[in-house]
């Protein structure tokens, strides 16, 4: 008897994929979820807080303003930043020699509000972040050490967190500076060359990571690659490579690279889709085993990365079912309305690092956390491509 009361409560709570295109969208809720909750406010416990999750949700507003033109969003972005940005164009709570890629995730948002605003403290901000990058220790390869404390680690987050930045700063502030636009490139092609997944029935799927030393504990002694294929890796690395061709040159030869490397990457992604669920397993390497699971912050990621690359001709349109299917069955399986107005989502891994073993038990024995802007971000981004491509 309880149980079927709280089965029907939850099937009442879903949000109908179907009526997607009925206002108000899923991208406005979404966005308007942030807010509501006054989430991603560039505070913790009050304190002036610097992470790339809220350098996520931004981006996800600026492209909910760039579609409805809604000031509240712009509004909450500038709001939360200036909780990190001093005056004289400085950041609190930030470390440049901790070495960090993650917060340079931030940098995207500080020059947007630049652009829109023409204050100069957001540029010198920007530019802070800028010149983490000049200095910040690199693998022999030339490839960016993740943070300090993995010396010769390139995972494939970092990807995500640098080089739409490294790339968009170039674009507005050193359009001429081909060597920045080399050494983003060089930056992707060690991650696709170094994290290859030697199944072949899982070609174009890289693994999370690789250690150029070939010391840490979960490096293969041969390549220096991790053990598994992780979705968010992944999807870091597919989202960072369609934001980053908005910046770089088409005459650049990096612009046919990337091009190459996401047509691969992508293709991987489709044929690994799980035809029950229409979505994607966290541990991609081992789809179907026992303990492993449909994940939500990759499989929106994958969303956003292959309708946006679809709409700006880099992928054949091909993919468009299987995406346009995977966001249906996403807002099915992932997001709820809730009392407060806005919508709970669920089902996204709260982390996946390379800080220890990185083998298939860690990644399933870590908790999913409900509204995790790591996959909230992302979904809302989904959800504006799906809008343009469907509505
Ligand atoms: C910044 O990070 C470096 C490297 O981890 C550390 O040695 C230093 O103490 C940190 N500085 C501050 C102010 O926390
Ligand atoms: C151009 O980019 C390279 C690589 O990041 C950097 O070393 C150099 O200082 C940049 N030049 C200018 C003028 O910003
Ligand atoms: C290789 O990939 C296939 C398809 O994803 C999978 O079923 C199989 O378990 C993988 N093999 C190994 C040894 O991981
Ligand atoms: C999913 O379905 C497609 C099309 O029917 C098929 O080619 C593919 O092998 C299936 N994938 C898996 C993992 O079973
Ligand atoms: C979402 O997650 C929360 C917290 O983990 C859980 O209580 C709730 O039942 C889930 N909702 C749905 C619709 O799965």
New binding site residues.
């Given amino acids: 008897m309880m149980q079927t009361t709280i089965i029907f409560l939850l099937a009442a709570a879903t949000v109908n994929a179907a009526s997607q295109c009925t206002s108000p969208r899923l991208s406005v809720q979404g966005a308007d979820t942030i807010v509501l909750r006054d989430y991603a406010n560039g505070l913790r416990d009050g304190a002036p807080f610097i992470t790339y999750e809220h350098g996520v949700a931004w981006r996800a507003l600026e492209m909910v303003y760039h579609a409805t033109r809604d000031e509240a969003y712009v509004d909450h972005i500038t709001k939360s930043v200036n909780n990190i940005v001093t005056e004289e164009g400085g950041l609190l709570d930030y470390n440049l020699t901790y070495y960090t890629l993650d917060d340079v995730r931030i940098g995207e948002t500080l020059i947007y509000l630049n652009k829109n605003t023409g204050e100069a403290k957001y540029k010198g901000a920007a530019d802070l972040l800028r010149s983490q990058?000049?200095t910040n220790p690199r693998n022999p390869e030339g490839g960016f050490w993740h943070r300090s404390t993995y010396p010769n680690q390139m995972w494939l987050d970092g990807l995500y967190m640098v080089s739409p930045f490294y790339a968009h700063h170039?674009a507005v502030y050193?359009p001429k500076?081909i060597?920045?636009f080399d050494?983003i490139t060089k930056q992707f092609e060690l991650t696709h060359t170094n994290c290859v997944n030697h199944n072949v029935s899982q070609t174009g799927l890289l693994k999370h990571g690789y250690d150029s030393s070939h010391v840490a504990v979960w490096a293969d002694a041969a390549t220096g690659e991790s053990p598994e294929c992780w979705d968010r890796a992944l999807g870091w690395y597919v989202i960072a490579i369609v934001d980053v061709l908005d910046y770089l040159p088409k005459s650049h030869p990096g612009f046919a690279i990337l091009k190459s490397i996401l047509a691969e990457t992508m293709a991987g992604i489709v044929k690994a889709v799980d035809n029950d669920s229409k979505l994607w397993w966290l541990v991609m390497s081992q789809p179907g085993r026992a303990k492993n699971y449909i994940e939500s912050s990759g499989s929106a990621m994958f969303i956003y990365a292959a309708l946006k690359g679809i709409r700006n001709g880099y992928l054949a349109e091909d993919y468009l079912p299987t995406m346009t299917c995977a966001y249906e069955a996403l807002v099915e399986k992932s997001v709820s309305e809730a009392s407060d107005g806005g919508i709970n989502w669920n089902g996204t891994v709260s982390v996946g690092s390379l800080s220890g073993t990185g083998d298939f038990d860690y990644y399933v024995s870590v908790a999913l956390n409900q509204n995790d802007l790591k996959g909230l971000g992302p979904f809302i981004m989904a959800s504006v491509e799906y809008e343009k491509a469907v509505c």
């Fill in positions: 990058l000049q170039t050193v500076n060597t920045a050494d």
